[in-house]
Structure formats: structure tokens, C-alpha cells
Nanobody, 121 residues
Framework: QVQLVESGGGLVQAGGSLRLSCAAS????????MSWYRQAPGKQRELVAI????????YYADSVKGRFTISRDNAKNTVYLQMNSLKPLDTAVYYC??????????????WGQGTQVTVSS
């Protein structure tokens, strides 16, 4: 079994910061790319950031460049999203995704349960 557990969401004022964490556990051989998505009410889920297995190649959506930073701790199977200078438009449910190789083979994309981030104006 594989489980992704997210934490760090909450309510913050505009201009504030939050740090999201997502820890993968269970039957895992290795984890390739990890990413963060978000979905606001009535809107499509959008890709926020991606980090590769080595952590040297990152991707950020234009809307968060310069404000968000993705990182990972492979020893802990954990990905982080540091969110600074938050705006009300950042309000959404944030989801963690991980491309996980199982011990007996197979690579699957797994999702966390989502964590609510609310930015007040």
C-alpha cells in the first residue's frame, strides 16, 4: 500500500507564507518526479510545480514563479512547497502527486488527499 499524507495548509492573510509537506509511505521502491497541483472552486486542477528525483530540475507555473519553491527530502520520501507572498488567488485545495515505482514493478501516479489553503484579502 502507498499513502501520501499532506500537511501545512490553513488560513493566512495576503502576503503571508505557508509551507506544505507531503510524505509518501508504504511499499515503495523509489520515487521519481513529485509535484503539486491545486484546484480552486469551479476551476480546473492546475499544475503548480514539479521536482525531479534528483531535485535539480524544477518547474513552476507562471502564476507562482518567484513566490513558491518546491523541494524534496528523498530520505524522508517527502516533498515540500514553500509558498511566500500569498495572494487571494492562491486559495485552493492543494494536492501532492508522486510517480512511485513499486518493489515488484510498476510505476503509478499517486495523489494525496488534498489540503486547503485559504488566503484572505
Amino acid at each position: 500500500q502507498v499513502q501520501l499524507v499532506e500537511s501545512g495548509g490553513g488560513l493566512v492573510q495576503a502576503g503571508g507564507s505557508l509551507r506544505l509537506s507531503c510524505a509518501a509511505s508504504g511499499s515503495i521502491f523509489s520515487i521519481n518526479a513529485m509535484s503539486w497541483y491545486r484546484q480552486a472552486p469551479g476551476k480546473q486542477r492546475e499544475l503548480v510545480a514539479i521536482i525531479t528525483s534528483g531535485g535539480s530540475t524544477n518547474y513552476y507555473a507562471d502564476s507562482v514563479k518567484g513566490r513558491f519553491t518546491i523541494s524534496r527530502d528523498n530520505a524522508k520520501n517527502t516533498v515540500y512547497l514553500q509558498m511566500n507572498s500569498l495572494k487571494p488567488l492562491d486559495t485552493a485545495v492543494y494536492y501532492c502527486n508522486a510517480d512511485i515505482l513499486r518493489p515488484r514493478g510498476g510505476e503509478y501516479g499517486y495523489w494525496g488527499q488534498g489540503t486547503q489553503v485559504t488566503v484572505s484579502s
